[in-house]
């Protein structure tokens, strides 16, 4: 079962208050039927399927025919039609399906408009599961000013959605985790939040765990890197004329350099104070690095006249 289909069979089995049932049942019937002498609901979620039923039954006292067919090809499960040919005219009205837009009576406070958002979600909505892709927030809709609005709505709870077309659709998408996160404890779906956040957590930590592998090793690939060039200068300066070119104390970090051309200069530090019983910091150790690097230099500039 998709992570989809797991987040619409809890929301689809929450109950509420008539007039955000009305909320939802309009948002859900706005993008999942189709209308002319009768309206005809589809759906591939058998339990959104039995909810829209109930509501149907509760709201309107009408009992819709229910049809089970195979999905296109066969492969994608089944396809579940109501046809409703009672009251029909009496629940476009109520329900603005004969609106592009659906008026304010039905969302005008903040319950009906996380009613309205849970219809929308159940008729055209999916969600990737966290475990398997990345984060990503989707509802397809057929019109540009509906996608407007429902965008418009959704980002009145700070979800930053945005509106993309795609083909003859128009996708209303969201793509950050924090605020799918959000998204699903509006519409109540919290044992899929739930899930969603501990993969969330997981996965932040994890790519966190990366980010300090990567660089760890990327400092260790400094090091090495430093070290060796070190170790040109010190080979060129003694090939040249011998490490008595160098001062005591530049010729001492000289010698452990090559003794060990791996280590940082904080270990470099730590092994010579500790052999030599003579305190040299890093920053020491950093200085007389840095006129043996000056001193190989003006070898190599006198090797090129």
Known sequence: MSFTSTVKNEVS????????NIAELSAFLKNSSSVKEDIRITTENASVARHIFNLLKDLYGIVSKITVRHGYNYTKGYIYILEVTKKVEEIIGDLCLNKEIPSKY??????????????????CGSINDPKKSRYHLEFLVDSLEYANFASSMINEYGLNSKVLKREN?????VKEAEKIGDFLRMIQAIQALFYYEDIRIYRDHKNMT????NC???????????????????????????????SDKERIVAIYRLKY????????????????????????I???????KDLANRIRQKEKE
Do not use: C, P, W
Request: net charge negative; charged share 35%; no cysteine.
């Open 261 to 284: 051309k791996e280590a940082s200069l904080l270990e470099l530090s730590e092994i010579i104070s500790l052999e030599t019983n003579e305190k040299i910091t890093k920053s020491g």
């Open 106 to 123: 039905l969302i005008d406070d903040d319950a009906s408009k996380r009613a309205y958002l849970r219809g929308l979600f159940l008729s």
């Open 210 to 213: 990366n980010r300090l592998n």
């Open 286 to 292: 950093y200085h007389r690095f840095h006129k043996i």
């Open 169 to 173: 659709k128009y996708m209303i998408y």
């Open 216 to 246: 760890e090793q990327a400092n260790v690939d400094k090091i090495v890197e430093t070290g060796m060039k070190q170790v040109e200068d010190i080979e060129l300066i003694e090939s040249y004329g011998g490490l008595d070119l160098l």
């Open 13 to 20: 089995k929450l109950t509420y208050e008539k007039i955000e």
